[in-house]
């Protein structure tokens, strides 16, 4: 009887920041993980970085040597090209950049919205970084994300209209 009540309880305590989670909607809830999410350092367990500087240092303490000297040699459009699905893959995953990370939020602000542009653009610095070119993060972002834009103006200018609907308004 003692552990029914406290199951009782326990769940009266619950019940209220349940219902307050069901009224969210997904976008709401989405925004208010996210907004929790871009100030963690950590994210299960994981080092975040803050910016694009503190992500080249990890990028360098994590990279092999004998991989730093390969990846250094190849262009760089080649390398960001050949990564993308590999070390890219990596970034967005343990960065967290689907679900917003304090480092995706920093290449938001820069201007580098879709999780693999801010991918591209990691590996492009860490790229520029061991040949000791000028970075350029900001118009790195901005050339992906135009490249983006006009690949989707391309697909929507092929594209056909399935069905095409005209809502009148209520007087």
């Given at each position: ?11 009266a ?16 809830q989405f ?27 990890q ?5 092999p ?21 590999s ?18 939020h ?12 801010q ?5 492009t ?17 901005d ?8 690949e ?20």
């Amino acid at each position: 009887m003692k552990k029914l009540i406290l199951c009782l309880f326990v769940f009266a305590l619950i019940s209220p920041s349940l219902k307050a989670q069901e009224s969210l909607s997904k976008e709401e809830q989405f925004q208010k993980n996210y907004n929790k999410r871009i100030k963690k350092e950590r994210l299960y367990g994981v080092y975040i970085p803050k910016d694009v500087p503190d992500a080249i240092a990890q990028l360098n303490k994590l990279t092999p040597r004998d991989a730093k000297t390969a990846f250094r040699g190849v262009p760089e459009e080649v390398a960001v090209t050949k990564l993308h699905f590999s070390l890219g893959r990596w970034i967005i995953h343990n960065w967290g950049f689907y679900e917003g990370s304090r480092l995706s939020h920093h290449l938001k602000k820069i201007g580098a919205n879709h999780p693999d542009d801010q991918a591209k653009v990691l590996i492009t610095a860490y790229h520029r970084y061991l040949n000791k070119n000028p970075l350029e993060v900001k118009k790195v972002a901005d050339f992906y994300t135009e490249k983006r834009r006009k690949e989707y103006e391309e697909k929507k200018k092929k594209g056909t209209v399935l069905s095409k609907e005209i809502k009148k308004k209520d007087n």
